[in-house]
């Protein structure tokens, strides 16, 4: 199979489909859809859209799970020069009112049983038009049905209105033909919200030829083990995350292979499709691999097709890559990125012996310096300092964000720089090695989490006069988000449960503190800047000495 030539992610989908119409694209719950069916639902869809008056530079939000829905939506967005926004499916109406309101969405594609969140948050935002679906809308009748009748299928209330258009009925009125849009590869085909230091989520923007060059790369990584086109992905990631896209969605824009689709992370679903499926490529974050291995029913499975393991999001341990390669024979080659540079900036070659601990070497379309954080001089190799990254094209800014975007866009050199505040070091052979992360960002599961937004939540409490949230080492996770809270002197009575509700309201599961702790103060500089550095290594001290 040929490379893609189109600049534009729906040009370079259609190509690919027009060539191979019968060739297996998504499988999802066992149904396989074929490009040739993937493309008819594509533009039946956009057409519906476009009667709804969806124009180019259009916004909508994509708050649906791994289906064949989100990537039809993505997909007829990128028909139509509109920019798409993807948002967990997890989030609550309190994300769900922020990010729409910055990013300025009008429109949004949830999935029924978020149909309530989006209602609270309807007033407070934009949004003119509601397109709801279900997890099985798109599966064969008995599936549904048996699905229904073992209670398996989560179901949501919708509440039909003017603003209210149902992903299905869509699909069956978009049968009129679509007139063509003009769509450049340096225009904006999506929104990715991403975490950092801040209290707010920051939208980054990324460009049609900018997700298309960094899918290639992706792709081109693998390609040594499986040839261009005949790859079987198991989608062990978010569509909504940038990782997860590059490797999941990105092979059907630009390598026409397949992807099994999962709604959920559920082990046990996973590991048979790969076994029933004969799964070739695996992406996850570590967390993910240390938990199949641990899984009480993985000698069940045979997950020996699988050839190419790839890791991001988080720093593999040694142990997991060691076990892994024991037990099923297969290497788990990592790599580094960000949502600011479209996800892959390094890759481990599969044609050599990569060193311990790599994330691997730096991709063609992308440069780095390695600098002093305080100067942005370069540093010797070999010596940690501050990854910087260009491309071209790259992310230039982030939306809305002017001040955030000063502090992490450099110019040097007459380039733009991408500051990851992220220490690395490069050997004399061009390995690039993971040192340590920025210090108030937590990696939970994979996830971004902001110290800064977790404590902006807490403080909202009217009972709290205080709080430092750190991340503390867990082997299974990553990290655990711990929160060290200051009351109020004439409180009485507020309990760690009763903050905990507090922030699952408020915040994505996943951002919810694991642990509170009452402090009666927390430390400060002379300044008065909290020192989340002194709760770190604290909480790293007990992790040492237990006894102590």
């Given amino acids: 199979m040929t490379e893609h030539t189109s600049d534009t992610i729906f040009a370079s989908f259609r190509e690919i489909a027009r060539k191979n119409p019968g060739k297996t694209a998504l499988i999802y719950v066992g149904t396989p859809f074929s490009y040739g069916r993937l493309l008819d639902l594509v533009e039946r869809f956009a057409a519906s859209l476009y009667q709804l008056g969806i124009r ?30 993807p948002i967990a499916p997890i989030y ?12 300025g969405a009008e429109s949004i594609v949830c ?25 099985v809308d798109l599966l064969p009748a008995w599936k549904r049905l048996v699905g229904w009748a073992l209670d398996r299928v989560p179901r949501g209330k919708i509440e039909r209105s003017k603003i209210v258009f149902p992903f299905k009925d869509l699909l069956e009125k978009g049968r009129t033909s679509l007139p063509e849009v003009e769509v450049q590869g340096d225009d904006t085909a999506e929104m990715l919200y991403t975490g950092g230091t ?91 691999y240390r938990m199949i291995l641990e899984h009480d029913r993985v000698d069940f499975y045979d997950l020996h097709s699988l050839i190419y393991c790839f890791s991001g999001g988080d720093f593999l341990p040694e142990e997991v890559s060691r076990r892994w390669k024991e037990r099923f024979g297969a290497h788990i ?10 996800g892959g900036v390094s890759l481990s070659p599969v044609t050599e012996k990569n060193p311990p601990r790599t994330i691997g070497k730096v991709l063609p379309i992308k440069e780095i310096k390695i600098v002093n954080p305080d100067t942005l001089k370069p540093v010797p190799v070999g010596t940690p300092g501050e990854l910087l990254v260009h491309s071209d094209p790259m992310v230039s800014a982030y939306w809305n964000k002017p001040e955030e975007t000063k502090e992490s866009f450099v110019e040097i050199d007459g380039k733009l720089w991408y500051r990851t505040g992220d220490v690395s070091s490069r050997d004399e052979n061009g390995y690039l090695y993971f040192v340590d992360r920025t210090v108030d960002v937590i ?46 002197e004439d409180v009485k009575g507020i309990t760690a449960y009763e903050l905990s509700r507090w922030c ?38 007990k992790l040492q000495n237990p006894a102590g």
């Fill in 443 to 488: 990696k939970h599961k994979g996830y971004r989490v902001s110290a800064s937004e977790v404590e902006a939540v807490l403080q909202e409490h009217p009972a709290v006069i205080g709080t430092c949230v750190v991340g503390v080492p867990d082997k299974k996770v990553g990290e655990r988000i711990k929160a060290f809270v200051v009351l109020r």
């Fill in 198 to 288: 801040t209290k707010n989520p920051k939208g980054v923007p990324i460009t049609h030829q900018l997700f298309l060059k960094s899918a290639v790369q992706q792709r081109k990584t693998g390609e040594p083990l499986i040839p261009w086109g005949e790859d079987i992905v198991i989608q062990g990631g978010p569509l909504f995350h940038i990782l997860g896209q590059m490797v999941g969605l990105g092979p059907l824009c630009v390598s026409g292979d397949t992807i099994i689709l999962l709604p959920r992370v559920n082990l046990d679903a996973m590991m048979d499709a790969i076994q029933r499926f004969h799964a070739k490529t695996l992406f996850g974050v570590p967390a993910l």
């Fill in 92 to 103: 609550t109406a309190y994300d769900l009112r922020y990010m729409a309101g910055d990013g």
């Fill in 56 to 85: 180019k530079g259009h916004k909508m939000m994509l708050y649906l799970p791994n289906t064949p829905q989100w990537v039809i939506a993505w997909m007829a967005l990128q028909r139509l020069g509109a920019v798409a926004i």
């Fill in 504 to 541: 699952r309201e408020r915040l994505a599961s996943y951002k919810v503190p694991q642990y509170i702790e009452f402090r009666d103060s927390l430390p400060k500089s002379k300044v008065g800047k909290l020192l989340r550095r002194e709760m770190r290594t604290q909480e790293r001290k």
């Fill in 111 to 135: 999935s029924d049983t978020n149909f309530g969140y989006v209602k609270q948050a309807l007033q407070d935002t934009g949004i003119k038009r509601i397109i709801p679906t279900n997890f």
């Fill in 333 to 342: 080659y990592q790599g580094y990125g960000a949502t600011e540079t479209c």
